[in-house]
Structure formats: C-alpha cells, structure tokens
C-alpha cells in the first residue's frame, strides 16, 4: 500500500499562503523591477542620504 503525500504538500501550502498575506507590504527599494529613470532616481537618492549620513558622523568626531 503506497501512502500519497497529500498532507505534507497540503501543510507547505498553507504555510505559503499565510506567509503570503502576512509579508511586509512596504518590501525594500530595489532597482530590479523599476524602469531605468526609477532606478536612477533611487540610486542617486541613496547616495545623497549616504553622503548626508557621512557629513552628520564627521561633525559628531572630534577633529584629531
């Protein structure tokens, strides 16, 4: 008598499901689906709050 895995492939759909409507809604930026002016846009975004980033840490220090 052979046992079909109906149970086990049943419990994973479930689980991917409820994994799909509890993500996070607001999913990182990346540039992978975005047209090429969107990605632009996001990269020169990201080094604009990295270069922000870097002027806020070097006031904080002392000058050596």
Request: no cysteine.
């Amino acid at each position: 008598m052979r046992v079909k895995p109906f149970f086990p492939v049943f419990i994973v759909l479930i689980g991917v499901v409820v994994y799909a409507y509890y993500a996070p809604e607001n999913r990182p930026e990346k540039g992978i689906t975005s047209t090429p002016r969107e990605y632009i846009e996001l990269v020169e975004k990201s080094k604009a709050e990295r270069r922000q980033q870097e002027e806020s840490t070097s006031k904080n220090q002392p000058a050596q």
